[in-house]
């Protein structure tokens, strides 16, 4: 099982941006969504496909329906430019999965 | 949220044993509800999960790993921990120690330690 993300997403400020994570039936899972910069650890940005832990703002959200899980990110800001990563459990062999990685550049 | 930490030696020469400890405050290891993984990012790439285990036994590991890695869990000290047989430059990595809900994702991270395999 392989989930599949796109490398690059660029965005300017003010506008929206749409990380897409992909893979089969991925609908049927619960989808997460962690936020990752240079030095720091990964944050946990969404959870259970589209629930927002505390303290992450509402500009975050997250979907997912069919083969494809999105994370939306509204009002783009430039502290957002990060690596986004999916993660699902998966109950086979490996059963904790990251997508390749989104990196998203705010112009 | 409880605190996560890692340590490591930092450097590890090839073919030798990596052994990696996650200190756990803030909250006990014991906790039914929680799994404790490990993750790693290699150098220019992406995450790359490593294994999960619990304390009441479960242990899961990357298939592509398991032939070299073991993890256990030490309640009487809130720790648990990963030992990586035969490591080569390909290990690498920043290695990461998280608290897993597993219904609602990682929800507690270490900061990560940076482990180069070199002679």
């Known amino acids: 099982y392989v989930l599949t993300q796109t490398p690059s997403v660029s965005v300017a400020p003010g506008q929206t941006a749409k990380i897409i994570c992909g893979a089969n039936?991925?609908?049927?899972?619960?989808v997460n969504w962690y936020q990752h910069k240079p030095g720091q650890a990964p944050v946990r940005v969404i959870y259970d496909d589209n629930d927002r832990p505390s303290g992450i703002p509402d500009r975050f959200s997250g979907s997912n329906s069919g083969n494809t899980a999105t994370l939306t990110i509204t009002r783009v800001e430039a502290g957002d430019e990060a690596d986004y990563y999916c993660?699902?459990?998966?109950?086979?062999?490996?059963?904790?999965?990251f997508g390749g990685g989104t990196r998203l550049t705010v112009l | 949220q409880p605190h996560l930490q890692e340590s490591g030696p930092g450097l590890v020469e090839p073919s030798e044993t990596l052994s990696l400890t996650c200190s756990v405050s803030g909250g006990s290891i014991s906790v039914s509800r929680y799994y404790w993984a490990w993750i790693r990012q290699p150098p220019g790439k992406g995450l790359e999960w490593i294994g999960t285990t619990h304390s009441g036994g479960s242990i899961y590991y990357n298939p592509s790993l398991r032939s070299r890695i073991s993890m256990s869990v030490d309640s009487s000290n809130n720790q648990f921990s990963l030992q990586m047989n035969f490591v080569t430059a390909a290990d690498t990595a920043v290695y990461y120690c998280a608290r897993d809900t597993v219904s609602e994702g990682m929800d507690s991270w270490g900061q990560g330690t940076l482990i180069t395999v070199s002679s």
């Open positions: 039936n991925l609908g049927s899972k619960s």
């Open positions: 993660q699902v459990w998966d109950s086979t062999s490996e059963p904790v999965l």
